[in-house]
């Protein structure tokens, strides 16, 4: 696909830096690896390549395992996710594919009780900025396979 527009160029506006100031604030509240697994897993969905090879990256320098990256379109069929995980995944698709889903109340009640209602907002919000972030990124095709991450320290 040939990009559309270089949004990076335009990441010093005031709805580019809201953005990041909203990702920034909502990772605060929650354990990195599970916001990594979560912005892979709504960017599958999504079907956003830059996100997926960004995030992918992301999540292998902060520690997270191949096999755990590779496994995640699966979850459901495999042992390697912890019922919090598994609650998150479960929730991120939900409310990915909200016009679908209507978010169920047994979706609800699973991820209800993994995380208390203030990580239940982070949670939730971590997914919409994904989303955003996806939906920018199909809207305008950046070239995918050259983002390199920051060095991060495992958390």
Request: proline residues 4%; aromatic residues 10%; glycine residues 4%.
């Amino acid at each position: 696909m040939n990009p559309r527009i270089d949004f990076t160029k335009h990441l010093n506006s005031g709805f580019a830096r809201a953005m990041f100031n909203l990702s920034a604030e909502v990772e605060k509240a929650v354990d990195r690896r599970l916001v990594d697994l979560v912005k892979i897993r709504a960017s599958q969905i999504n079907g956003c390549a830059y996100c997926i090879d960004m995030h992918t990256k992301d999540a292998r320098a902060a520690g997270e395992t191949e096999q755990r990256i590779y496994a995640l379109s699966a979850w459901r069929e495999t042992p390697f996710f912890t019922p919090r995980e598994r609650a998150a995944l479960e929730w991120t698709e939900a409310v990915t594919l909200v016009a679908e889903t209507h978010v169920p109340d047994d979706v609800y009640k699973r991820v209800a009780e993994q995380f208390d209602e203030s990580e239940l907002v982070a949670l939730t919000g971590a997914i919409i900025v994904i989303n955003s972030w996806n939906r920018l990124s199909v809207s305008f095709r950046p070239e995918v396979g050259s983002y390199q991450p920051r060095a991060l320290a495992t958390s």
